[in-house]
């Protein structure tokens, strides 16, 4: 069974960087999609990143773009997401998400639009003030 566990999240000051971490145990597919999400008090769950496992290929949304980096360490099997240029607007619970599809090709463009988020870890609070 796959677990994801997140980790990073904290407090920082508006135009800082903050890096979260989500290891992935179990087995899972080589190549895969996986995403990093946020939801804020209030506000329904939205997707910031994506990237295939496989090429590395990514795709982010437009309030991510430029700002925002996801990556992920096939060796330790860790997804990241470096974000930088905080603000308060970036305030919300952080989760990434694995889809357990076996996919040999994707993008990160297919994973934004169309993963199957079907393992979710337990979320890290990002604060901005």
């Known amino acids: 069974q796959v677990q994801l566990v997140e980790s990073g999240g904290g407090s920082v000051e508006a135009g800082g960087s903050l890096r979260l971490s989500c290891a992935v145990s179990g087995y899972t597919y080589p190549t895969r999609c996986m995403a990093w999400f946020r939801q804020a008090p209030g506000k329904e769950r939205e997707a910031v990143a994506t990237?295939?496992?496989?090429?590395?290929?990514?795709y982010y949304s437009d309030s991510a773009k430029s700002r925002f980096t996801i990556s992920h360490d096939n060796a330790q099997n860790t997804l990241f997401l470096q974000m930088s240029s905080l603000g308060p607007e970036d305030t919300a619970v952080y989760y990434c998400?694995?889809?357990?599809?076996?996919?040999?090709?994707?993008?990160?463009?297919?994973?934004?639009?169309?993963?199957?988020?079907?393992?979710w870890g337990q979320g890290t609070q990002v604060t901005v003030s």
């Open positions: 990237i295939f496992t496989g090429s590395r290929s990514t």
């Open positions: 998400a694995n889809d357990g599809g076996r996919r040999d090709v994707g993008s990160g463009d297919y994973c934004f639009h169309f993963g199957v988020w079907d393992t």
